[in-house]
Structures are given as structure tokens and as C-alpha cells.
């Protein structure tokens, strides 16, 4: 027992000397992180002074931004202004010749498509009298059933040549009968009274009388029948007449279509078309080939209707305009290139309601070109129209258009020549044409408009413009010129 409590207390005594020993686990992490702190403050101090003990570099002012741009100077100049447009060429006459007789072809031409065919022309004679020479024979159908048709008609009239020449004897014979017939009528009446006288006097007796009378009666009668007679002659006549005006009619169209079984050539042209063969039965109205004529063809184009009132209102003072036609629209400044003149004929009175455009028809006279424009080739047009005068407004690249508005190089900044202000300008635009805009309010003559860095541009930027487009410049640049500066004294209000 004594040893057991002496241990004990040793254990007793260690543990309260440990104690003392150690302070609390929290207290030893603050007492850290205070240390850490303070070491941390220390450098920064430290280094704060080594940088304050540092001169400073020397700064410069930032420049300001200078946007490099391109312009354009506005210009005023009169320019002749042309309407494009394209078109197929259209044969101006395409006839389809039909069979106007019914039959069998018997004949047919050796022609096939683009064979040329001569058509009726007007020769002259010798005598300088002049005459029209009947086209080529081109089909010939089975004339024989319409021959027998003009020789029965024809027999019909020598029957009332006949019937009209047995009249006329009739009428003759007639009048003699009726001569004759008056003789003895006068002579009968003569006896009549003769025997009347007697009978009255009592020296013929009443049967006497009676049989006299009744011869009388007798020959009335016969030149009554006698003169009518006669007066039916000419009617009988009329009636032959106009039966001989009726066949006589009725031999015309027989030789008509005893001539239409031969079919020739209507205009000089080149077929398109062939639809019949040899041996081939046809029908009033089988088509049986197509002829296109290439001494003139129609092109109709499209234009805008404001380019149709402008074109009448030319035509109305013109009487014609000249349209230049190409087949690929480079041709048109190509000096070499194969081009066609043609005028305007006629306007369609009406609008497209789908395209609102109206049919403009350029004719060409193939005769008068170097090379004719086959029908159905795709054309490019020109035509010359009316006039931008100089005083109406200025022509504006529409690259430099802004949602409705410009800007413009104007003025210096400072004392530098070279860096200009770029300022808004509202703007009216009164029509397009192609890469251009006219503008017909708000620019001056002589003003820069920015073309380029439109994106970026705002009011006041500053501009330094490296390149200064001309009205000349951006026309030849154009790749068709469809506006042309006019000359100097052209400009009309």
C-alpha cells in the first residue's frame, strides 16, 4: 500500500507540470497565423519602399485615332442616260402554210428544214410595165377531183348559153307571130262587121254571125297567148341570167380550188418546219410546213414603266428611237464585237402586273445590218433616253450611302492639312442607275463623300484620305456604260 500510493502521486505530480507545459490547440493556430501576417507586412513595406526609391519612366499622350479613307468629289455634269434591258429575237413574220384542199400530196418539192424559198415578188417588164411573179411551187395535191368540178361547172354554163340563144329565137319568132297574128285579127274583125252589117240589113242570117263572132274570139285569144308569150321571154331571160351569174360564180371557186391544190411559196423565208410527206392524204386546214422570214425580226424587252412613259414621250418627239443591240453585254464597248441597230415599232399599251415592267419591241431590218440577227437569239439592248442635267443634282456612288445619309470630309483638324473631320449629311435620293445614285439635295458642288470605312466612321471622326475618286474615274470604271458625260453645252433644264 505505501508503494502504491506513492505512485500515484508521482503520476499526479507529472500531469500538472504538463499542463502548465502546452497552451491551448486554437491559440497556437492564431498565434501562426498572426506571425504569418506580420512577416507578410514586412515584405510588402520593405518592397513598397525599394519601388518608391524608383523613378518613374517618362509617358507620352496617346494620339488620337486617324481613320485613312477613300472619297469621292462630288461633281455636277449633264449625262446621257441609256436603258438596258434584253430580249430574244422574234421572226417578225412565221407562217404556217396550211393545205386549203382536201386530196393526196402527189408532189412535194425537195426541201427540208432551213431550205431557202423564194415568194412572190413584183418584176419588171421590158416594156416597163410591171408584173408579179408567183412564188415557188411547194406541194402539189391531187387536182383531178377539182378539175371534173370547174368542167361541170362549165358545162352548166354552155347550158345557159344555149337556153339564153333559144330565147332570143323565141322573142324573134314571137314578134313575127304577133304581127301576124294583129294582120289577121284586123282582117277577122273586118268580115265580123262585114257580116254584122248584113245580118242587120237582113241579108245574113244569125248562124252566119255567130260563126264570124266566134273566129273572132278565136284569134283574140291566140294574140292574147301571143303577147304573153312575149312577155315571159324576159323574165325567162332574167332567170338565166342569174342562174349563168350563179355558175359563173360557182366556176370561180371551183378554179379556186382547182388552184389551190397547187401550193406555193406565200414569202420568201427559210422552213422551220416540214409536216408532210409525199404520198401523205391532208385535210382543209392540215398545217404543212412553217416558213420564217429573216429579212426582219422583233425583239421584245422589258423595261420599267417609268423608262416606258420616258420612251413614248421620245417617240412622240422622235418619231424613232435607235436601240443597240449585242449578244453578250461586254460587246457593247468592244469595237470589234458583232452589234445590231434596230428602232423601237410600238409600246405594249399594258403593264405586266406580275414584273410591272411593259414590253418595249426593237425591230431590226436584217437587210441593212452586216450580220443578220437570227431569230431566236438572246440579246442584250441599249437605248439611248433622256438626260441627267447638271443643274437637277449629283451622281453619288451607292457604296457611300448609309441608311439614307453620308458622310463628308470637310475642313482641317488643327494645324495638320493632312487630317480632316468627317461629318453627316441627310440626303434626298431620286433615282438609281446601276452602281450610281442620284442625289438630288443635300451636297454642294466640290464635296468629298467617304466611300470607304463606313463601319466605323461617326461623326467627327478623324480622316486622313488617301485617295480621291473623280466622277471620269468611276464612269470607266463602269463595265457597260450605261451613263455617258455629255458635252459641254448640252445640259438642258
Not at 398545217?287 to 412613259?309: F, K, W
Not at 418627239?317 to 460587246?331: G, H, I, M, P, S
Request: glycine letters at 6%; aromatic letters at 6%; a negative charge.
Amino acid at each position: 500500500m505505501p508503494e502504491n500510493s506513492q505512485i500515484d502521486s508521482s503520476i499526479n505530480a507529472e500531469t500538472s507540470q504538463s499542463k502548465r507545459r502546452y497552451a491551448p490547440l486554437w491559440v497556437q493556430w492564431l498565434a501562426n497565423i498572426v506571425f504569418i501576417l506580420l512577416i507578410l507586412s514586412l515584405g510588402f513595406g520593405f518592397f513598397q519602399g525599394l519601388a518608391a526609391m524608383k523613378t518613374p519612366p517618362p509617358r507620352e499622350e496617346p494620339k488620337p485615332n486617324v481613320l485613312r479613307v477613300q472619297t469621292y468629289r462630288v461633281e455636277p455634269a449633264p449625262l446621257k442616260r441609256y436603258i438596258a434591258s434584253f430580249g430574244t429575237a422574234q421572226p417578225d413574220v412565221e407562217v404556217t402554210v396550211s393545205a386549203e384542199v382536201s386530196g393526196k400530196v402527189t408532189e412535194k418539192m425537195d426541201f427540208e428544214v432551213g431550205t431557202e424559198l423564194n415568194g412572190p415578188e413584183i418584176v419588171s417588164l421590158p416594156t416597163g410595165q410591171s408584173s408579179r411573179k408567183l412564188g415557188s411551187l411547194l406541194i402539189q395535191i391531187d387536182s383531178q377531183t377539182y378539175l371534173e368540178r370547174v368542167r361541170q361547172v362549165e358545162n352548166l354554163l354552155n347550158q345557159n348559153e344555149v337556153s339564153l340563144q333559144k330565147l332570143n329565137r323565141e322573142e324573134v319568132l314571137n314578134e313575127r307571130l304577133l304581127a301576124q297574128q294583129k294582120e289577121r285579127l284586123a282582117t277577122i274583125t273586118a268580115e265580123y262587121e262585114r257580116i254584122l252589117g248584113l245580118y242587120k240589113q237582113g241579108v245574113e242570117n244569125e248562124t252566119r254571125v255567130n260563126q264570124s263572132r266566134l273566129e273572132l274570139e278565136q284569134y283574140r285569144e291566140s294574140l292574147i297567148r301571143l303577147e304573153n308569150e312575149a312577155e315571159l321571154i324576159p323574165i325567162q331571160k332574167e332567170e338565166i341570167s342569174s342562174q349563168r351569174a350563179t355558175h359563173e360564180s360557182d366556176l370561180k371557186l371551183a378554179e379556186l380550188e382547182f388552184d389551190k391544190a397547187t401550193v406555193r411559196v406565200p414569202v420568201t423565208g427559210t422552213i422551220s418546219e416540214v409536216f408532210v410527206e409525199e404520198g401523205q392524204y391532208v385535210r382543209t386546214g392540215d398545217p404543212l410546213v412553217e416558213i420564217t422570214t429573216r429579212n426582219r425580226v422583233e425583239v421584245p424587252i422589258a423595261v420599267s414603266v417609268d423608262d416606258a412613259d420616258i420612251l413614248q414621250s421620245l417617240i412622240k418627239e422622235k418619231q424613232f428611237l435607235t436601240v443597240e443591240l449585242v449578244a453578250k453585254e461586254a460587246d457593247f464597248i468592244k469595237d470589234n464585237a458583232t452589234k445590231w441597230t434596230g428602232v423601237i415599232s410600238r409600246i405594249d399599251p399594258i403593264a405586266d402586273e406580275q414584273t410591272r415592267t411593259v414590253q418595249v419591241f426593237v425591230e431590226v431590218e436584217n437587210r441593212e445590218q452586216q450580220r443578220p440577227l437570227r431569230p431566236g437569239t438572246f440579246v442584250y439592248a441599249r437605248i439611248e433616253a433622256d438626260l441627267l442635267p447638271a443643274s437637277k443634282g449629283f451622281l453619288v456612288p451607292r457604296d457611300a450611302l448609309l441608311n439614307g445619309i453620308l458622310y463628308v470630309a470637310t475642313g482641317n483638324s488643327g494645324a495638320n492639312e493632312e487630317i480632316q473631320t468627317a461629318t453627316v449629311r441627310e440626303i434626298v435620293v431620286a433615282e438609281t442607275y446601276q452602281v450610281f445614285a442620284f442625289v438630288t439635295s443635300g451636297l454642294s458642288p466640290g464635296e468629298e463623300v467617304i466611300t470607304t470605312n463606313l463601319d466605323i466612321i461617326t461623326e467627327g471622326s478623324l480622316l486622313n484620305v488617301r485617295d480621291v475618286r473623280t466622277l471620269d474615274g468611276e464612269l470607266e470604271r463602269l463595265r457597260i456604260p450605261y451613263l455617258v458625260r455629255e458635252t459641254v453645252g448640252s445640259d438642258v433644264p
